[in-house]
Every structure is written in structure tokens, then in C-alpha cells.
């Protein structure tokens, strides 16, 4: 076949006549050098709303921000302390952007429920965590309270334990079931609160507040924080059930440190803590634990334990022992 004379051979070509398409986004190379926001100014996370965040700046302003793209898989929860870039007058209609989140120094975190890999991360950088339970009107719920110790141990803070309602039903027998913890427990009454062993507690410190509907919580915050005021929820006198006030956690500024409010939940899932992580909350047994066999589960049943052998001995409390059980059990009971 006869190539035809007004077709261009490939050899006739060269570089010269290509024409490349200009870059549409401009011809200046990327980079993945990032800027370097080591000095931008510091803040904490009050409240989590949405895609918005409000900041509370060293300077003393409270800001409005947005998360910056680069960080949105990791995101930052209250109490977070944050970089920040933009507008940070505090004027209205300002936003700013949260550029870094500076490390913590522990996570209190939940899933919805057991099993469910997602983790929901309620605080950071906090020092202890009340535990809010009626004596009545609703039950107090041990489950629950086991469930919240884990996770109190699992990220290192001090659990305190605050009965309220002690005028309707004496909490003698629920509370003796939590002797061999490490826990300060504080009783108080509906018409009289007595709150102030507790606010020697919180002072300069930064104490995460959590219990179910109805428990008080939100009665009990407003009177450590008079500046601060939450409408109380309405409970039910029978069933005890009534509207959550808290729909999202914030903190608040009282007795020198910082209170967190959260929403009151039902439930508190406790997936991805094992016995390994739970036992770093019980110093004593840890210790005891280094001459268990390795992959030893610590239950009762496990063959071998040297935990039992040093409590039968008094080289550790049996008490202890058995709460760090009860707690182990919990990880994988359904309340």
C-alpha cells in the first residue's frame, strides 16, 4: 500500500512540535513542604458544635474556629490545646483554624456500644472524673459504674464517686460494693448538697463529670459553678427517666480549674481495653502480675495465675483482687 503523501510520517516529528497543555492550576511545582506553625498562638477547646469549635485563647478571648483539612481525620475534642492560624480578634463573625493540636497527656474516650471499633473521644488532658449516681429515683446502676472505673483507669484519672439523693434511700449496701477501689466517694442530699469536700477536690484541676439522666449532675454543676447556670432537666418520679439538659460536653470555669459537663448516657461501651490496659490502672497488681504465665487473662478461672497465690498469701488485697475482676468482667458483660 502506497503511504499517502499528505499524512505526516512519525519520523518527520520532533520535539518541538508537541504542544503541551498549560498546568490550569499555574506551572509553579507543589511543594509538600507545610508551614511552620510552631509559634502561632495557643488555646484550649471549650465546646465541640457541628464543624465549629469555641476556643478559649491564652490571651483570655474566646474564639470561634474550624478544623484545618490536614486534621479532620484525627479531629480535637474539649479540653484539646490547639494552634491556631486566621482571624483570632474574637470579634463577631470572626473564624479562625485550628492548625495543630499540641500532644496530650491522656484521651478519656467511649464507643456506643461493646464491640463496635469506633471510638468516640470525650476529653482530653484531664486529671479526674466524677462519677454522678442517685442513691434513688433513678437505681443506682453498679454496672455502670464498673464500666466508667475502666475507663477512668484505662486513661489515668482519679475517679471520685458522688451519690446524690442520700436523703431518699440510704446507699450503705450499694457503696460497700466499691470498697476495695481506689475511690473517694462523697454522699450528698437533695435539699442539702454539701458540696464542699467535693470543690476541695476540683480545685486547679480539670475533672470530667459523667452519669446518666437524672442523676443530678446538672444540679450539682450549677452549684459548684454559680456563675454558670444549665436549666435542670424533669424527672419522672417513677420510672426515674426525664430529658438529657447536656446535648453536648463543654467546659466550664470553677474552683481555680475546669469542670466538663457531658450528655447524660445509658451506656458506656468499652471496646478496645483489654486486661493488659486495665490493669495498668491497679499499680499493687501489676507489680504482683510479673510472674504470671505469659497471655494470662487474670480471670479467676485462668490457669496459673500468680494472683491468687499472692492474695492467698496477704502479699496483695484479695479485696482488690476481686475488684479488678469484677472490672474485667464488666469489659464484656452487656448492661
Request: aromatic content about 4%; proline content about 5%.
Amino acid at each position: 500500500m502506497d503511504w499517502d503523501s499528505n499524512r505526516l510520517d512519525p519520523m518527520d516529528l520532533d520535539e518541538d512540535d508537541v504542544r503541551i497543555r498549560p498546568n490550569p492550576k499555574g506551572n509553579k511545582p507543589r511543594t509538600k513542604r507545610r508551614p511552620d506553625f510552631s509559634d502561632a498562638p495557643l488555646g484550649m477547646v471549650l465546646e465541640v458544635h457541628l464543624a465549629r469549635y469555641r476556643i478559649l485563647t491564652d490571651t483570655g478571648k474566646e474564639i470561634t474556629a474550624t478544623l484545618a483539612k490536614e486534621l479532620r481525620r484525627e479531629g480535637c475534642v474539649i479540653c484539646d490545646r490547639v494552634r491556631l492560624d486566621g482571624d483570632v480578634s474574637g470579634d463577631t463573625g470572626a473564624l479562625a483554624r485550628i492548625v495543630g493540636i499540641e500532644p496530650r497527656k491522656n484521651v478519656l474516650s467511649r464507643s456506643a456500644e461493646d464491640g463496635e471499633a469506633l471510638e468516640q473521644k470525650i476529653v482530653a488532658n484531664a486529671d479526674q472524673l466524677v462519677i454522678v449516681m442517685a442513691a434513688a429515683n433513678p437505681e443506682p446502676r453498679s454496672r455502670l459504674v464498673d464500666r466508667y472505673l475502666v475507663a477512668a483507669f484505662h486513661a489515668g484519672l482519679k475517679p471520685i464517686l458522688l451519690m446524690t439523693k442520700c436523703d431518699l434511700v440510704d446507699p450503705k449496701d450499694f457503696i460497700n460494693s466499691f470498697l476495695g477501689f481506689d475511690l473517694e466517694i462523697i454522699q450528698t442530699a437533695e435539699n442539702k448538697p454539701n458540696l464542699e469536700h467535693l470543690k476541695s477536690l476540683l480545685r486547679d484541676k480539670t475533672t470530667v463529670f459523667v452519669g446518666h439522666s437524672g442523676v443530678g449532675k446538672t444540679t450539682v454543676i450549677n452549684e459548684l459553678a454559680p456563675d454558670y447556670k444549665r436549666a435542670v432537666g424533669v424527672v419522672n418520679r417513677v420510672t426515674g427517666k426525664g430529658k438529657h439538659t447536656s446535648s453536648s460536653a463543654h467546659a466550664i470555669r470553677a474552683q481555680g480549674g475546669w469542670l466538663i459537663d457531658t450528655p447524660g448516657v445509658r451506656s458506656f461501651g468499652l471496646s478496645n481495653i483489654d486486661s493488659v490496659e486495665l490493669l495498668k490502672g491497679f499499680f499493687d497488681l501489676s507489680d504482683a502480675s510479673a510472674d504470671c504465665p505469659r497471655g494470662c487473662s487474670h480471670l479467676a478461672v485462668s490457669p496459673d495465675c500468680s494472683l491468687d497465690q499472692k492474695a492467698e498469701s496477704g502479699e496483695i488485697s484479695a479485696l482488690r483482687l476481686d475488684s479488678f475482676r469484677r472490672l474485667l468482667d464488666s469489659l464484656t458483660s452487656v448492661d
